[in-house]
């Protein structure tokens, strides 16, 4: 899984965020977050794991209750590091086994159970071997 650290707060955190009037659907979100805030690209094929209940919506400017849906798809590109045009901030950008970002995210058990379908979802789908466990490394770009 990519996960991407924001320089301000330190903590990490899934590519994602609100849905745009221009985002057809959730799944354009996430296609439209992962290159401005990872520049990653994603494939087509996009399975929506569940969601998780946020009581004030801080991380959207304390909007209110509100529920995060919770997509996998499989990375087809990673590009350079490279500047949010949202934020103007620079994200860290790490690569976890699902577990160890359901941990590092602090999802509790909800999390841990979405996580564990991600890494199924991977292998049966998309052919994605299981992530062995091993250290959280640094997304490096890589080339077609």
Known sequence: MVL???PGNQLPVL??????TTDAAPEATLRREAI???QVTIGDDLVRLGWVYDATGDVYGGIGPCARLRLAAPITKVGPTGVDP?????FARL???PAQAAALLGWGENGYRQAELAARWAHERWNI???APGP??????THA
């Open 15 to 20: 590519p994602g965020g609100t849905v745009e």
């Open 36 to 38: 401005e805030e990872a």
């Open 129 to 131: 071997p299981h992530a």
């Open 4 to 6: 991407v650290v924001d």
């Open 86 to 90: 949202a934020t103007g901030r620079t």
């Open 136 to 141: 959280v490394t640094e997304l490096r770009e």
């Open 95 to 97: 690569l976890a086994a």
